[in-house]
């Protein structure tokens, strides 16, 4: 055993390992990134969740109760008012998921205020997502305290002049949870149905292709008369097929174990497959761009890592986004598993139907339009 031979190897395995700067930074960089990511994407103060807020009765005392509302909005900055009409419009955007809860103002408020006839005021949330709700009500719930402390007419510490009234002056927040309880596997398995489809889009977008063009299977292909254009849409497409039938199985199995109500109710089925199928072609597509002009094996392998966390956590799968510092939002805002999660989450816990993942569907499909679109202009044909 001689050392100029282990040196000589060790030599020429770090000459590689310094000519392939994508290695290089993702083995220095990823830690960091993960610190940071995964650091701000859990337990942050969450900020500017939509309510809406339905006032009937528009009278002095409901104004108090606004005002202290834009108090909250100004200040802690946890809500955002929508003033609605009629409680109607309200829930049917509370389901959509335009809102996250709906403050409804009856129109007997202030008569039964003025009467001490146990005034009331209706929360009805959307407990699909307990982070957000139970921000929402602990605000709620120390609204309505601080009121109640100027209408209880016996302070502690006061002395007893005259008789309380038989009926309760104080006012009443009544809680209506929209779904039944979501237990936190059902909050979960559409981050992990979307996580499946970025695996295989990782492997077949990416490791695979890669490993296919170092090998010169690709080769083949410029014998042929098939245009750049028709083979990144084959190689798209056949991706985006795996990934179909990969997050098809998660969705069932998943479902099934989660204990997702109707879930073969064919029209869900159907929004389903029409989510999972356009969220295929955005990763498979998104994968094929990083990877166009990449040639070293070793790129998509230390990429896996950086992507994961880049894109799975700040999307909202485990915690709401709106949680996030202003930076991470961003990210998110760019990040198509935020959307997929969003529009799976909408189908799996509440059902909504169209109305509840159309938004998510067209900013999916644009963002496939504009990858496709890339991938075309900067693949370049090569031995």
Do not use: C
């Amino acid at each position: 055993m001689k050392f100029q031979r282990i040196s000589a190897i060790i030599e020429r395995d770090m000459r590689k390992f310094f000519r392939s700067p994508a290695l290089m930074m993702s083995s220095m960089i990823f830690p960091l990134m993960q610190l940071i990511v995964l650091g701000y994407a859990f337990g942050g103060k969450i900020k500017g969740i939509k309510v809406a807020v339905v006032d009937e009765d528009r009278t002095t005392y409901s104004r108090d109760l606004r005002e202290r509302f834009n108090a909250i909005v100004a200040g802690p900055e946890t809500m955002k008012v929508e003033n609605y009409n009629s409680v109607s419009d309200a829930i049917v955007d509370l389901r959509a998921g335009f809102v996250r809860a709906v403050v409804y103002i009856p129109v007997d408020y202030s008569r039964r205020v003025d009467q001490g006839n146990r005034p009331q005021i209706a929360f009805i949330e959307d407990n699909t997502d307990n982070f957000v709700t139970s921000e929402i009500l602990t605000r709620m719930q120390d609204l309505v305290k601080d009121i109640n402390q100027g209408l209880n007419p016996f302070q502690p510490g006061q002395r007893l002049t005259v008789p309380l009234p038989r009926l309760n002056p104080l006012v009443n927040l009544q809680v209506v949870e929209l779904y039944p309880y979501i237990e936190y596997i059902k909050y979960l398995l559409s981050g992990s149905i979307a996580m499946s489809i970025f695996i295989v889009a990782m492997i077949g977008g990416g490791i695979t292709f890669i490993d296919d063009k170092s090998r010169g299977l690709h080769e083949g292909y410029l014998v042929t008369p098939i245009t750049k254009t028709e083979l990144i849409l084959g190689l798209i497409f056949s991706g985006a097929i795996k990934g179909l039938m990969a997050g098809t199985t998660i969705t069932i199995i998943g479902g099934l174990i989660a204990g997702i109500d109707r879930l073969w109710d064919p029209v869900r089925l159907l929004f389903l497959m029409s989510v999972l199928g356009i969220t295929s072609i955005a990763m498979i597509s998104f994968m094929f761009l990083l990877m166009v002009r990449v040639s070293d094996p070793l790129v998509p392998r230390a990429m896996f890592g950086v992507l994961n966390t880049l894109l799975y956590f700040p999307s909202g799968a485990i915690y709401p986004v709106e949680g996030f510092p202003v930076w991470l939002r961003w990210i998110s805002y760019i990040d198509p598993f935020t959307y997929a999660v969003h529009a799976l989450k909408a189908l799996l816990l509440k059902n909504t139907g169209f109305s509840g993942i159309y938004s998510d569907m067209l900013i999916l499909t644009g963002f496939s339009i504009v990858l496709v679109s890339l991938s075309v202009a900067l693949f370049k044909r090569q031995i």
